[in-house]
């Protein structure tokens, strides 16, 4: 399959002469230029919560040789997705979200992190991250500002070896998104409320379709990338939910999703 040229992308502004690119072109360019890539050869993408009821025999089951899967900050299931004999070779996306606005984010040292396995990940398929708001700052624990959030164990990661750091400085592999991306500028957050912004997985699931419908007009094709999320309950039946991501808003959009895209909750 040949891949198309992402450089001419659709303009719907035109400030001071120069076109602006529009919010499906701006969302396409957010992601890493491998993932880029790997959506145009692919048919799903697949956005995987993490939810303790997931398990690894119907991930075995559900996921699929075209599938490309966006995987949330310390993402379950690690070892699985490295190692298994067709998983570990789908193009992932890992998003890491800032932990408010500190230097931190969620996932990575030195915080709880599946570093170890993310270098297995990158040697057998495209492997691309994602982090909110700014690139990594290399911190140390005494940047984490709630250290009692996270207790440090003896198997945990603290410093971003080598091989993991080349992959945050390369713009192939890494990417950032603001929590403020125009794919979510109509978000109703909780103006009260310190760092209010849209959850990790309805952040992703806005862009991710907003990037697939750039990526239908680049190739001119009638059928769009299938969406399917995993795992992403509403708040009723699960226990813990910030109070600074607006639920009520999110659950109400998921409950009626566009063509080709489906929600499989778990409790």
């Not at 993490?50 to 025999?57: A, G």
């Not at 410093?159 to 929590?179: F, R, T, Y």
């Not at 806005?206 to 059928?223: G, I, K, P, Y």
Request: aromatic share 8%; with cysteine; glycine share 4%.
């Amino acid at each position: 399959m040949q891949t198309p040229d992402f450089s001419a992308t659709r303009s719907t502004n035109n400030t001071a002469g120069m076109d602006k690119p529009s919010k499906e072109a701006a969302a396409f360019a957010s992601l890493p230029t491998n993932i880029q890539t790997a959506l145009a050869q692919k048919n799903r993408i697949v956005f995987i919560a993490n939810n303790p009821s997931i398990t690894t025999e119907q991930l075995e089951d559900l996921l699929q040789p075209d599938d490309v899967l966006i995987l949330f900050n310390h993402f379950i299931h690690a070892d699985f997705f490295a190692n298994h004999e067709l998983i570990s070779t789908l193009p992932k996306l890992l998003f890491f979200r800032q932990i408010g606005d500190s230097n931190l984010h969620f996932g990575l040292p030195p915080r709880s992190n599946n570093v170890a396995v993310m270098k297995r990940m990158a040697k057998s398929a495209p492997l691309g991250l994602l982090l909110s708001n700014c690139s990594y700052q290399f911190p140390t624990p005494e940047d984490d500002p709630s250290p009692n959030d996270d207790p440090i164990t003896d198997d945990r990661i603290l410093i971003i070896p080598s091989a993991v750091k080349a992959l945050l400085q390369s713009d192939g592999h890494h990417g950032v998104l603001s929590e403020r991306h125009p794919v979510v500028e109509d978000y109703p957050a909780f103006q009260d409320i310190h760092s209010s912004a849209p959850s990790s997985g309805f952040l992703l699931y806005r862009l991710l379709l907003a990037a697939r419908t750039h990526l239908q007009d680049m190739q001119q094709t009638e059928l769009p990338l299938r969406l399917l999320m995993l795992g992403f309950n509403d708040n009723d039946k699960t226990a813990h939910f910030w109070q600074g991501h607006n639920w009520e808003f999110e659950r109400q959009e998921m409950s009626a999703p566009p063509p080709e895209v489906e929600v499989i909750r778990q409790y």
